[in-house]
């Protein structure tokens, strides 16, 4: 299989949206690299994906609107940075990406109860930030994770302004109580096998890139840069819902360990060809460290052991 072919195929069957590919390009490539770039660099890196300039300006523009972004005018041309709310926005997506999922589990939980108080609004809003770090709605009103992100929830109660009106607690199975325990019953609040499909789908598309495009040729800069991006992109979608348990808790063949090993893998295996690609695009003043992929990527906390 030829890459063009394989790469007609991904983008026939799962087009990428323009909001979701740049997040991706914003996270995975500029951020790393400097936090500010001209909207000229962006379209260029986009156009492979099938994002034309006028999509990627609309894009760009609602992302500054919703803080992502913040933009500056140099004559006719537009250059724009990160904020500092997308960069805290990237670092709480990167450890959902780059991270492995904990191998060990106490038998520690983290429960979310919502006190009283506040609007409707305020509570939907909560809510779905409490679904986004994996918490699972135990109950009316109580959410509960077997390995919740500290400082995530910090920066939640922070951001949300919740010091008073979230109670955070911890809890273990009482050991000769009879009653219901509370690992069979977590295990039924999240759709782990709707999960196991996402990531069985990503599993199909990159294992094909693994076996029969990479040993078939060597690519270029510019397809590894696509190849990687469309990589991080997919996991990241196929990510975005796994609630990160504990792998004790889950069934040995998990699909999600899976993936991360064959995304791990591939990313390595593109990185210097496709770090090359961006750093030509961007025209850094600085060169690529002479490192080898594994020790570039772990200088950027990315695929490394966190055990």
Not at 58 to 78: K, M, Q, V
Request: charged residues 25%.
């Amino acid at each position: 299989m030829k890459f063009n072919a394989w790469l007609q195929s991904l983008l026939t069957k799962d087009a990428p949206k323009g909001k979701s590919l740049l997040v991706t390009l914003l996270g995975d490539a500029l951020a790393p690299l400097q936090s500010d770039f001209w909207l000229g660099e962006l379209i260029t890196l986009a156009a492979p994906f099938g994002l034309n300039e006028r999509l990627v300006r609309t894009t760009i523009f609602r992302l500054t609107d919703e803080g992502w972004l913040e933009a500056e005018r140099d004559g006719r041309r537009s250059r724009y940075a990160i904020t500092r709310t997308g960069l805290a926005r990237i670092a709480q997506a990167d450890h959902r990406i780059y991270a492995p999922a904990p191998k060990d589990w106490g038998g520690q939980w983290t429960l979310a109860l919502p006190l009283r108080g506040g609007d409707g609004t305020d509570r939907s809003e909560l809510r779905r930030e409490l679904e986004w770090e994996g918490f699972a709605a135990l109950a009316n009103g109580l959410y509960v994770h077997p390995n919740a992100d500290r400082q995530a929830l910090r920066t939640l109660i922070e951001r949300l302004d919740l010091g008073d009106s979230l109670l955070l607690l911890s809890a273990t199975d009482l050991p000769g109580v009879v009653g219901t325990s509370l690992t069979p019953l977590a295990r039924q609040a999240w759709p782990l096998e709707q999960i196991a499909a996402r990531y069985r789908a990503f599993i199909a598309d990159f294992t094909a890139l693994a076996k029969n495009v990479l040993p078939a040729l060597k690519l270029s800069d510019e397809q590894a840069f696509i190849a990687r991006t469309l990589l991080i992109h997919h996991f990241r979608r196929a990510s975005l819902h796994d609630p990160r348990l504990p792998l004790a808790m889950l069934d040995a063949d998990w699909a999600g360990q899976q993936a991360y090993e064959l995304c791990r893998n591939l990313y390595l295996a593109l990185w210097t060809a496709s770090d090359r690609c961006l750093r030509a695009q961007l025209e850094l003043a600085t060169a690529p460290a002479a490192t080898s992929p594994e020790q570039a990527v772990a200088e950027l906390k990315r695929f490394t052991a966190t055990d």
